[in-house]
């Protein structure tokens, strides 16, 4: 057996290659998070490295006489450098498990059976197989090492600008995700890492920044099956995002589906609605709304749906287009009392004209609305406070004005002794006002617009007016026309004063 003698000194080639593998790992992790300086440090690193190698090829080394001791004992002082760049760059070790090899003359790492290792590495170090890996953080669950080889396999070391990140992702079984990750490709042009880098990219030290989903773009339209819709909508629950359709839209376009860049004046609405509304949308606002395809898991995230795009059509609604109108009041038929009433603050008044027929249409749907209110007595004040007959050219009246009586002369007394008749109170004919609302009755009857028994309902005429209603009406038509009590007015008042609890 030979053997040496040996003397301990400075490597001064140990320090720089050791200092310049720092810098490349340095240059790594500056890549992966895309720093400024990422290019200029891996250069710098493997220019150290090239100067250092191009040196040491010419050194001379005494060995002894057997030769094959003094081989063994030069590769293992460069497996010593190699576990002092480890020791040096904290977090970086050798692993005698490792199958990874790291070529000492390009820097580079060698999976094994690479053309790159020299048949003297791969000979005397048959049985020592070194290997560079970084490992996650101390205190993380699972301490799985991956080398850089296996780190360029799962294309984190060549980590570009189109890479797209989410963490909760990984909750995604495998063949949902490599359908997510092409889906990504296609339609954003953007990459998601291999399913196999997730637990890796969980448990890196450094943690790289997650993409904002607000920033995705599209540049033209794509076909989407439904499955990838479903699939998207599971993605977005997993990071509860809900703002999809601020940048995009969906529509159906001859029978298929379809993703597009959102035009400022579009507006996504769900195509789950009813048919009657889908209708009326497509019918009025169908350049301005856009109806998504019928899949329900999208539902949550459209805004624009259900009383709220009923409220749309209310506030959008063009009051003189009868025909939307109808159609606008069929929609409210089976919605609430404050939705119908909604629509009618809209209109100040709404005046029929009896002898040209004029507002007849506004007539028809007022009448139907207001007796399609679940509270009836909301309906016939709303009726009362928008209605008013034009009876002739100079003659406009409203439901106030009409004296609803069964007899022309109002008795008082315990024996009736007293009596005054209607004509002596109503000076203006406003007994004929009765005659012209019987009128107006009779003809929306005859056009089954509502029933009879509902529009006597409506227009208060259900019974006839007592004598406190009498009262009133008649105190409202003196502070209408402005006038001062005649003698049979003012008896009027005092009889019905004195008998009105009697």
């Known amino acids: 057996m030979s053997s040496s003698v040996k003397t301990k000194k400075l490597d001064i080639f140990n320090l720089f290659y050791s200092g310049a593998a720092v810098v490349i790992l340095i240059g790594v992790i500056a890549k992966l998070l895309e720093w400024p300086a990422q290019d200029l440090l891996i250069t710098a690193g493997l220019a150290i490295e090239a100067v250092v190698f191009g040196v040491s090829a010419i050194k001379f080394v005494e060995v002894k006489k057997d030769t094959d001791v003094a081989t063994e004992a030069t590769l293992s002082k460069v497996a010593e450098g190699l576990e002092t760049i480890a020791a040096n760059s904290g977090g970086i070790a050798g692993n005698g498990s490792g199958e990874t090899y790291v070529n000492i003359q390009t820097g580079t790492v060698d999976g094994p059976g690479s053309a790159n290792r020299t048949n003297n590495a791969s000979t005397s170090l048959a049985d020592r197989k070194v290997a560079i890996e970084i490992n996650a953080a101390s205190n993380a669950s699972v301490n799985t090492s991956h080398t850089l080889w296996q780190l360029e396999q799962m294309d984190i070391l060549s980590l570009a600008k189109d890479l797209f990140f ?32 997730l637990p890796f990219l969980l448990q890196f030290p450094v943690k790289l920044p997650v993409p904002e989903l607000n920033k995705l773009s599209i540049d033209k339209v794509h ?5 990838d819709i479903e699939l998207l909508c599971k993605a977005f629950k997993l990071i509860n995002y809900n703002s999809f359709f601020e940048n995009f839209i969906l529509e159906t376009k001859e029978e298929k589906c379809t993703i597009r860049p959102k035009k400022s004046a579009d507006v996504q609405v769900y195509g789950g609605e009813d048919e009657i509304v889908l209708m009326h949308l497509n019918k009025y606002y169908s350049s301005e709304l856009i109806v998504s395809p019928d899949i329900e898991c999208i539902q949550s995230s459209i805004r624009l749906k259900g009383q709220l795009l009923l409220e749309y059509f209310i506030q959008k609604v063009d009051l003189k287009n009868e025909a939307e109108l109808n159609s606008l009041i069929g929609l409210l038929d089976n919605q609430s009392d404050e939705l119908k009433l909604k629509l009618w603050t809209k209109f100040k008044k709404i005046r029929y004209n009896q002898a040209t027929n004029e507002g007849y249409s506004y007539l028809k749907v007022l009448i139907q609305s207001s007796i399609s209110f679940i509270n009836s007595s909301n309906g016939v004040q709303l009726f009362n406070r928008l209605i008013e007959f034009q009876v002739s050219d100079k003659k406009t009246i409203n439901l106030q004005d009409v004296v609803n009586y069964s007899a022309e002369t109002i008795y ?91």
């Not at 997510?180 to 196999?196: A, H, M």
């Not at 076909?223 to 499955?227: D, G, L, N, R």
Request: glycine share 2%.
């Open 412 to 502: 008082f007394g315990p024996k009736n002794e007293y009596s005054v008749n209607l004509k002596e109170l109503f000076l203006n004919n406003e007994l004929e006002n009765l005659s012209y609302v019987n009128t107006i009755i009779e003809k929306l009857v005859s056009d089954n617009v509502a029933p009879k028994s509902k529009l006597v309902q409506l227009f208060n005429l259900s019974e006839h007016d007592s004598k406190k209603e009498v009262f009133d009406k008649l105190n409202y038509h003196l502070a209408k026309t402005n006038t001062s009590p005649s003698g049979a007015q003012l008896a009027f008042v005092l009889l019905y004063k004195q008998y009105s609890n009697s």
């Open 166 to 197: 989410q963490p909760k992702w990984d909750e995604l079984l495998s063949d949902e995700y490599n359908q997510l990750s092409k889906f990504f490709k296609r339609v954003f042009d953007k990459k998601l890492p291999n399913k196999e880098a």
């Open 223 to 227: 076909i989407v099956e439904t499955s």
